[in-house]
């Protein structure tokens, strides 16, 4: 992924042009690689599929198509885009709406120039990002669901295909379940960065899990969060 050489690569969808331009200005300005823009939402999937950004900054409010619909096809599309919601609203709905459609973050707009460029840095290596009181709220809508046996799954078709993660690989995952940063997570294990990071990605791919997300449910179910 382009991050790895050094240069994210981002798109920014935004029915205000002058919003949308503003947001491409700064990331550009910031070293971030602007491959695509968009004012709607089908035009958004079409571009996004085209350019294969790392990262997309995605508004809800669109016209044409809403930012979930256009967040659950991309994703369904190349699950490893990372997509940031920069949206006007704090609705609770809208948020776990946008979670469970496949976002990684959520950022309102009101948020600082510098927030938003530390959001997409984050959001680009997995991390997710949320705007402070949502965190709290998406973790409590993952605990809930986690309580909820999952549609069809029986006895006996949950835990025997259970896959088998090695030791350190249950103890990364016990400090994502926990909230922590991938660095956090570096420092208190004493490895690098990328070393979480390799081990995270291991994690989802035995899992079939496709974000980081995904994977703090995954852990939660399992009660990591607790231990």
Not at 26 to 41: C, I, P, Y
Not at 121 to 150: C, I, K, N, Q
Request: one cysteine or more; a negative charge.
């Amino acid at each position: 992924m382009s991050e790895q050489q050094g240069t994210i690569k981002v798109m920014v969808v935004d029915d205000h042009p002058m919003w949308r331009d503003a947001v491409a200005r700064d990331l550009t300005e910031s070293g971030f690689e602007v491959v695509a823009t968009a004012g709607d939402g089908e035009q958004a999937v079409r571009r996004a599929r085209a350019a294969a950004p790392d990262v997309l900054v995605l508004d809800l409010n669109l016209p044409a198509k809403p930012g979930v619909q256009v967040c659950k096809e991309l994703v369904a599309h190349n699950p490893a885009l990372r997509v940031l919601v920069l949206s006007a609203s704090g609705e609770h709905a809208d948020v776990l709406e946008a979670v469970k459609s496949g976002a990684t973050g959520y950022l309102l707009k009101s948020a600082s120039t510098e927030e938003l460029l530390d959001a997409v840095r984050r959001t680009a290596v997995g991390d997710p990002v949320f705007t402070p009181g949502l965190a709290g709220l998406v973790l409590g809508e993952y605990r809930r669901l986690a309580s909820d046996p999952a549609p069809g799954a029986g006895p006996d078709t949950d835990e025997p295909r259970a896959p088998r993660l090695t030791e350190r690989e249950t103890e990364v995952l016990r400090l994502v379940a926990k909230g922590l940063s991938y660095k956090q997570i570096a420092e208190r294990l004493v490895i690098s960065h990328r070393t979480v990071q390799n081990h995270v990605q291991n994690t989802l791919g035995k899992l079939q899990l496709h974000n980081r997300v995904e994977l703090v449910r995954y852990a939660i179910e399992r009660g990591l969060d607790e231990e």
